[in-house]
């Protein structure tokens, strides 16, 4: 054998082997079923929310694992609030947390633990291509369905979230937006 045969041979058998890693790292059931690739628009199966975690009763020297996903400000910080960097307009529209509906009160959980989502596209960036939003750079919103109920897909409803805390819901498909307030 020449030496470019055993590069080649060897080259295909690492792009194999590359191949059916990302397949079983990714696959989400038995093949058939979804595939490696589900629909966008597909629902996998939600986990229940996770426990908060309790407080720490005495001192401890281990560190938490840094998360692998950049985390979103919590929505009780001041930004989130609009005391600092995050002004709330005069005349936006806002809306409670304890007036969302059942549902957008889950997602923001979701969020605030970074999931599990019941959506694969759950938290890819928001473009705000109807311009409702402050104008920000790509990949400051992302976005994240509200399930509706009795809807066999994602529904109209969602929640854009902003790096720096703030939160919008939308029940009409981002024809419209309410800031989401304490």
């Not at 986990?47 to 979103?72: A, C, G, H, I």
């Amino acid at each position: 054998m020449t030496r470019n045969k055993v590069r080649l041979i060897v080259g295909l058998i690492f792009a194999i082997f590359t191949i059916v890693t990302y397949a079983t790292r990714h696959s989400s059931g038995p093949a058939g079923a979804s595939g490696i690739f589900p629909t966008p628009d597909e629902p996998t199966q939600t986990p229940p929310l996770p426990k908060k975690p309790q407080p720490r009763t005495t001192p401890t020297t281990d560190t938490p694992d840094s998360p692998t996903k950049p985390s979103l400000p919590p929505l009780d910080t001041p930004a989130a609030r609009g005391d600092v960097a995050v002004p709330i307009f005069p005349n936006e529209p806002t809306v409670r947390i304890a007036d969302l509906p059942r549902e957008a009160r889950d997602t923001l959980e979701r969020i605030e633990s970074q999931g599990p989502f019941p959506f694969e596209r759950d938290g890819i960036t928001f473009k705000n291509r109807e311009g409702l939003l402050m104008d920000k750079p790509d990949g400051y919103w992302s976005e994240y369905t509200v399930i509706t109920p009795g809807e066999r897909s994602r529904g109209a409803r969602r929640i854009v979230a902003g790096s720096k805390g703030e939160r919008y819901y939308s029940d009409d498909h981002y024809q419209s937006f309410r800031r989401i307030v304490p």
